[in-house]
């Protein structure tokens, strides 16, 4: 069976304690789509595979599905149909819809022959996600689509900014699989410690000043800043249920994920983890 395969990464936020902005995508598969047009209008899902404990199974309320109708509403193509096969590789949640959303705007624009530059489908793909989840995480989506780091200060003009990011850089990841939750709380903080944090951040990492970066995240998860207090740990923070470390070095970030799977579920029996580089593409097409 032919059609367009197009891979959305995974994406996280958090890295200023209680601040969803900036985002950033990550160069590991979140979920992968192929789609092609069918002789019948409206959507299919002819299958779901990978991680899809918990994913809803109905197109008029899958989210890939939501993302392709709006697509076609938006370019005039709503007599038409399309069949689409998806692939979950982390677990059903809000990062895995901002994925399927990401991936299936891109989708329907290849197969319309890119009628819309791609961040001419950031509203389309926003629209989708605040229909179901709100404004909380529509950072994320930017971040998919277009890769790298995004800073959002004003959502309903879509005013955002990439970051620099030095070279380098790497996230260990643990995710909880569905239905489970993992206990890590997070310090509160003032906003106006907030906001010198997000400016040392964002400063560091134009100046390529990594400790200025580590300083300003240190307030994320002190309880994870002593356990696992490792050279080349810049810091800690947690994104739809999932508990991250950014670090310096590719081997490092491999260990890092190997230790906070054991340090918050030691039998490893309800977590998975991932350790990767990042995306300075987001969704890619096949």
Known sequence: MSGIKVI????????IAGLDTPSLALDTAAIEVTGQWTEASGVQLSSIGG??????????????ALAAMAMLRATG?????????????????????????????????????????????LPVAIETYTSIHGKVGTGWVIAALL?????????????YQRIYLPPGLYMAMVYPVYGKELDIENAPETSETQAVNLAG????MYNSDLDLVSRSMAGNHAILNERMGQSGILGFGTH??????????RTLSEETAQALQALVDPGKDHTLSLACGISTEGVIVK
């Not at 991680?51 to 890939?64: L, S, T």
């Not at 692939?87 to 299936?104: E, F, H, W």
């Not at 739809?240 to 070095?249: H, K, P, T």
Request: net charge negative; charged share 25%; aromatic share 4%.
């Open 147 to 159: 890769g790298g780091m995004t800073l959002v200060r004003d959502m309903d003009t879509l005013d």
């Open 51 to 64: 991680q899809k404990e918990g994913v809803v199974r109905d197109p008029e309320r899958h989210v890939a």
């Open 77 to 121: 193509q709503t007599s038409r149909g399309i069949e689409l096969r998806i692939r979950y590789n982390i677990p059903v949640g809000r990062c895995a819809d901002v994925a399927a959303i990401a991936a299936v705007v891109v989708l329907v624009n290849e197969l319309l022959r890119r009628p819309l530059e791609r961040r001419e489908l």
């Open 240 to 249: 739809d249920g999932a508990v991250w470390a950014l670090c310096n070095e």
């Open 201 to 204: 951040f964002v400063m560091g």
């Open 8 to 15: 959305a990464p995974v994406t996280v936020s958090g890295f």
